[in-house]
Nanobody, 121 residues
């Protein structure tokens, strides 16, 4: 029954920044949260994960050093700060909650509608 809502996307130029939000009506504290993206014609790609404890993060190489995932305990929100955006970052971005303390195969929520990020000159 957990439902996540993504927001914060938009149209930006290369080099600019966006912060995406992943919000839920209930607590996310017991879940690892991952950010994913899917561009037309591509598979959905996991790009970032923050552990349920908030103590560990990992990123796919293509975004490492540019994107930062964070969570705010006491709030039902996880963020993805995206800096130095590139045209290849253009995708629909989704978040997902995972049961085992780290992003993996078991999701606690269905995929939401995502939020569109477009990076274009």
């Amino acid at each position: 029954q957990l439902q996540l809502v993504e927001s914060g996307g938009g149209l930006v130029q290369p080099g600019e920044s966006l912060r995406l939000s992943c919000t839920a009506s209930g607590s996310l504290d017991k879940y690892a949260i991952g950010w994913f993206r899917q561009a037309p014609g591509n598979e959905r790609e996991g790009i970032a994960c923050v552990s349920s404890s908030g103590g560990s993060t990992r990123y796919v190489d293509s975004v490492k050093g540019r994107f930062t995932i964070s969570r705010h305990f006491g709030k039902n929100t996880v963020y993805l700060q995206m800096n130095n955006l590139k045209p290849d970052d253009t995708s629909v971005y989704y978040c997902g909650a995972f049961e085992l303390g780290w992003c993996g195969a078991t999701m606690a929520d269905p995929w939401g509608q995502g939020t569109q990020v477009t990076v274009s000159p």
